[in-house]
């Protein structure tokens, strides 16, 4: 079960950084668990892009806004001064745009990442891409005891860093959350913590382990959705079945596929796979589904 704790931390992060999310729960008083640090640092200008920094929308149905320009598809996200992420950005986009986050432990970069699922969503969305080995050097070492913990700060700073530099663009709302190996049960355990905002998750190659009765009713509860598996056709069905049975009866719309990934990375044949899963994980949100138009 989460801890009170964990999740006033979580909302109390989303209320500052994607305003209009509500967490769908009950009310729980915090507990002694430290809250995590205030001086979260704003991003200045990385090595691999200099966009400008945006203010936030003041608007809840805001106009068209100014071109979102990009020097580059992938731009260097400074976290803190331990790390950094990649975010592949909606270039020249005239409206908000929803996220989606990947957590990787593939040993290619963040950037290879970053640009093999920007095939895979299409061209309108923000694509924030971080490696689970690294997460926990985003966040302040001496605060938590657990790794889980920093590795939960870290994405919390992230996401505070994104819209920092990004503002307007992003639209608010729930968001996406990929987790590939290592990082499939990093994101399992995040999206535990508030289900509403991580309403529809994908594991890849890992984390069905973390699916258990429990899990489920406690993430469908809380306004979990949609949940995509993807699985490793070399290894036994049987886990990643049982994970969408228990899902399925929880109430939360669920799908598996297996697919190859022996290269590490999502390439041709794998990314015009995965393409139409993904249009089914975030059907009924036509935030993901909107087009560009002046």
Same mark, same amino acid.
């Given at each position: 079960?989460?801890?009170?704790?964990?999740?006033?931390?979580?909302?109390?992060?989303?209320?500052?950084?994607?305003?209009?999310?509500?967490?769908?729960?009950?009310?729980?008083?915090?507990?002694?668990?430290?809250?995590?640090?205030?001086?979260?640092?704003?991003?200045?200008?990385?090595?691999?892009?200099?966009?400008?920094?945006?203010?936030?929308?003041?608007?809840?149905?805001?106009?068209? #806004?100014?071109?979102?320009?990009? $020097?580059?598809?992938?731009?260097?996200?400074?976290?803190?001064?331990?790390?950094?992420?990649?975010?592949?950005?909606?270039?020249?986009?005239?409206?908000?745009?929803?996220?989606?986050?990947?957590?990787?432990?593939?040993?290619?970069?963040?950037?290879?990442?970053?640009?093999?699922?920007?095939?895979?969503?299409?061209?309108?969305?923000?694509?924030?891409? #971080?490696?689970?080995?690294?997460?926990?050097?985003?966040?302040?070492?001496?605060?938590?005891?657990?790794?889980?913990?920093?590795?939960?700060?870290?994405?919390?700073?992230?996401?505070?860093?994104?819209?920092?530099?990004?503002?307007?663009?992003?639209?608010?709302?729930?968001?996406?959350?990929?987790?590939?190996?290592?990082?499939?049960?990093?994101?399992?355990?995040?999206?535990?913590?508030?289900?509403?905002?991580?309403?529809?998750?994908?594991?890849?190659?890992?984390?069905?382990?973390?699916?258990?009765?429990?899990?489920?009713?406690?993430?469908?509860?809380?306004?979990?959705?949609?949940?995509?598996?993807?699985?490793?056709?070399?290894?036994?069905?049987? $886990?990643?079945?049982?994970?969408?049975?228990?899902?399925?009866?929880?109430?939360?719309?669920?799908?598996?596929?297996?697919?190859?990934?022996?290269?590490?990375?999502?390439?041709?044949?794998?990314? $015009?796979?995965?393409?139409?899963?993904?249009?089914?994980?975030?059907?009924?949100?036509?935030?993901? #589904? $909107?087009?560009?138009?002046?």
């Amino acid at each position: 079960m989460a801890l009170p704790g964990v999740r006033v931390v979580w909302r109390v992060a989303i209320a500052a950084v994607f305003a209009g999310v509500g967490c769908g729960c009950e009310r729980e008083q915090p507990s002694s668990r430290p809250a995590p640090p205030a001086d979260v640092p704003r991003v200045g200008a990385g090595p691999v892009s200099r966009d400008p920094v945006v203010p936030p929308s003041q608007s809840s149905t805001p106009a068209l #806004l100014p071109p979102l320009g990009s $020097e580059t598809d992938l731009v260097e996200l400074r976290v803190s001064e331990a790390g950094s992420g990649i975010v592949s950005v909606p270039r020249n986009s005239l409206r908000p745009r929803p996220l989606v986050v990947v957590i990787h432990g593939e040993p290619s970069s963040s950037e290879q990442q970053c640009a093999s699922w920007r095939r895979i969503v299409g061209p309108n969305l923000f694509v924030l891409c #971080l490696r689970a080995a690294t997460l926990a050097e985003l966040s302040k070492a001496h605060l938590y005891y657990f790794e889980v913990d920093r590795r939960e700060d870290g994405v919390r700073r992230a996401l505070v860093a994104l819209k920092a530099k990004y503002g307007a663009y992003l639209a608010p709302g729930p968001v996406v959350l990929v987790g590939t190996k290592e990082g499939a049960p990093v994101a399992a355990a995040i999206a535990r913590q508030e289900p509403s905002f991580f309403s529809r998750l994908v594991l890849v190659h890992g984390g069905y382990e973390r699916w258990s009765p429990t899990y489920g009713a406690t993430y469908a509860a809380r306004g979990g959705r949609r949940l995509l598996l993807v699985w490793d056709p070399s290894r036994p069905p049987s $886990e990643v079945e049982r994970a969408v049975q228990l899902a399925r009866h929880s109430r939360i719309e669920a799908r598996s596929m297996a697919l190859d990934l022996s290269g590490g990375t999502f390439e041709g044949r794998s990314v $015009e796979q995965l393409a139409p899963e993904f249009r089914w994980l975030v059907g009924g949100d036509s935030r993901f #589904l $909107e087009q560009e138009s002046g």
